[in-house]
């Protein structure tokens, strides 16, 4: 009999007002001078004060050089800040990119060693400082997951850090944080988010504990996205979107992701497009080679997006909610095709090679893809 685990953030405050919950969580941690790590825009949007008006009267920091699709040096940078302002925790505000640099420097901030020697699985020998996550993008998870993602600019490539040690001790999931979030920001995490849901639904890691969340998250991502990205202000569809999200992450954060996700790591590594893009650009091509190995369980997603498959074989529901899914992209502008982002043809062959290596993600997929497999759904896509 086999064992499954389920792995979350310590604790979940979710709803409007959870992000007033923060003086409380920072008390009951023992939280005196956090580091509260975010970008620019963030700052200056005045998203970064909805969480300040809450931080309780204490010292903080703020770091705000987080860029997208982070390079591993940030980490470097930001550790540097949290041990010359003598923090003692730390305030992942933003979206993955701003939340993951928070692990990563609560992976690094207390070890002995390089950085280079946490990347890869269960290389965290401790818990680091606390961690609290309040995410302003409804779309990557990191606020419940046990992963954080870097980009090797020398490499180019993208590392992982994956230890149940980088599990925030809070999640604050409020969709008043994720207002001012653009309309692009919003379409790309959101298309990142069902593919989470969508692949951790197709993992040969998934349990009915996980199947369960991730279908959940797909109903609620099919109705909400194109609602909250015609409709910034429609705050109902923001809160469904910030659900669907975190349930999204608790679902991939056990499940894994599988061949989406690491054919889209070349195209962040190499020609930086955003990880959500990546995803959208790459989801309907990846799931139309899955097909073969999971025709029954592509019907159930065509069914959570809201296609009437009554009267349709089961060959003919995957296919729709492949469509489905086609559709929803386009809904929200997702570009369609890789050459709309310059990718040059004579790429795609060292691009598969090196996809088809990524085999922490690859390991998870129903169906086993060659370097040639790979090679042709590149090919599709361009």
């Not at 928070?102 to 207390?110: C, E, L, Q």
């Not at 109705?223 to 990205?229: E, G, Q, W």
């Not at 608790?250 to 690491?262: E, I, T």
């Not at 050459?339 to 088809?356: G, H, K, T, Y």
């Amino acid at each position: 009999m086999s064992v499954s685990t389920f792995l979350i953030a310590n604790k979940l405050l979710t709803g409007s007002s959870a992000v007033e919950q923060l003086d409380a969580e920072l008390t009951r941690l023992k939280v005196n001078n956090p580091l509260i790590v975010t970008d620019a825009i963030l700052l200056k949007s005045g998203t970064v004060d909805l969480a300040l008006a809450h931080i309780g009267g204490r010292r903080y920091g703020i770091y705000d050089q987080v860029q997208p699709e982070p390079e591993i040096s940030l980490v470097e940078d930001c550790t540097r800040a949290f041990r010359e302002g003598g923090h003692d925790g730390l305030i992942g505000l933003g979206g993955g990119s701003a939340i993951d640099i928070a692990k990563g420097v609560s992976a690094f901030a207390g070890h002995d060693g390089t950085l280079d020697e946490l990347f890869g699985v269960d290389q965290v020998s401790r818990k680091g400082p606390v961690l609290i996550a309040i995410p302003t993008t409804a779309g990557t998870g990191s606020e419940v997951t046990n992963v954080a993602i870097f980009s090797d600019k020398n490499a180019q490539l993208k590392k992982g850090i994956v230890s149940n040690y980088l599990l925030p001790d809070v999640a604050l999931v409020s969709p008043v944080m994720t207002r001012t979030c653009p309309r692009n920001v919003t379409a790309a995490s959101g298309v990142d988010a069902l593919v989470h849901a969508i692949e951790a639904y197709l993992s040969i890691n998934r349990s009915p504990i996980t199947d369960a969340i991730a279908l959940g998250a797909i109903k609620l991502i099919a109705r909400a996205l194109p609602k909250a990205y015609a409709n910034p202000d429609d705050l109902v569809a923001r809160e469904d979107m910030a659900t669907a999200s975190l349930m999204a992450g608790m679902a991939f954060g056990n499940a894994g992701v599988g061949a989406v996700h690491a054919l889209a790591y070349p195209l962040g590594g190499r020609f930086k497009i955003a990880h959500g893009v990546s995803n959208a650009l790459l989801l309907p091509y990846v799931m139309r080679w899955n097909k073969l190995a999971c025709t029954e369980r592509l019907r159930d997603v065509a069914q959570a997006m809201g296609v009437n498959i009554v009267g349709l074989s089961d060959s003919q529901a995957a296919d729709a909610s492949v469509d489905a899914m086609a559709e929803l992209c386009a809904a929200v502008d997702i570009p369609n095709g890789l050459r709309a982002f310059n990718i040059p043809e004579d790429a795609l062959a060292s691009m598969a090679e090196e996809a088809s290596n990524i085999d922490r993600l690859m390991r998870n997929n129903p169906r086993k893809f060659t370097a040639a497999d790979i090679e042709a759904i590149y090919r599709a896509a361009w």
